[in-house]
């Protein structure tokens, strides 16, 4: 065992420290992992374990320049802990009312790939809003179901009840007929 091949967290420590945190048995590497890594225990670390019970996230301020008109608008900490805690970087996170869009700005803050889908085209403008705002329009994704022509537009807007202008639809559920509108970072698998 050589801390030359330890990894970032090691390759500043002397080989003396090394050899002393492998003595302890304090060292693992996986199987295929390149690098080793250091053991962390719950009883040595500090602090208190999240339980279910949260009181440190605070719901949002209606003087918040994060308040968006939504009256259910969830605090973005709140998203943020359940999706980093239930989630890898790189995995899907899909929220089908997706609202002023909480839940998309937390998934891309993390670096999540998502997909959000609402009945209302109000909410995925706002949320297109929201990300440029957030990301400095550096966010990539697509947007599905949103009229794109005159003619459209009108047929959306004249047409009666739920097969009309509150049915937006999109593919990812296995529809490929309905009109949801949805909003997705690049390269979900969205379809309109
Ligand atoms: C409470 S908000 C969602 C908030 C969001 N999940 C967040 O974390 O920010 C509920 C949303 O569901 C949408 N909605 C209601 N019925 C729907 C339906 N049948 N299909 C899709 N969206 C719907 C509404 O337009 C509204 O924007």
């Not at 009883?43 to 918040?64: C, K, R």
């Amino acid at each position: 065992m050589n801390a030359e091949n330890s990894g970032a967290v090691f390759q500043d420590l002397f080989q003396e420290t090394f050899d002393e945190f492998n003595r302890q048995g304090m060292l693992r590497r996986g199987p295929h992992a390149k690098y080793y890594e250091y053991k962390q225990y719950l009883e040595t670390l500090s602090g208190v374990p999240v339980n279910n019970l949260w009181t440190d996230i605070y719901h949002v301020n209606p003087m918040a320049k994060e308040k968006l008109g939504y009256q259910t608008q969830k605090p973005l900490p709140l998203l943020e802990r359940i999706i980093g805690v239930s989630t890898n970087p790189g995995d899907y996170v899909f929220d089908p009312f997706c609202g002023c869009g909480t839940t998309i700005h937390a998934a891309e803050k993390l670096g999540r790939k998502w997909i959000g889908i609402d009945v209302t085209i109000l909410a995925i403008q706002l949320i297109q809003n929201r990300l440029t705002t957030a990301f400095s329009g550096k966010t990539d994704y697509e947007v599905k179901g949103i009229p794109k022509d005159y003619q459209s537009a009108v047929a959306l807007a004249t047409t009666d009840g739920l097969r009309g202008r509150y049915e937006f639809h999109i593919g990812p559920l296995g529809s490929s007929r309905g009109k949801l509108s949805g909003i997705s970072k690049k390269k979900a698998p969205i379809s309109g």
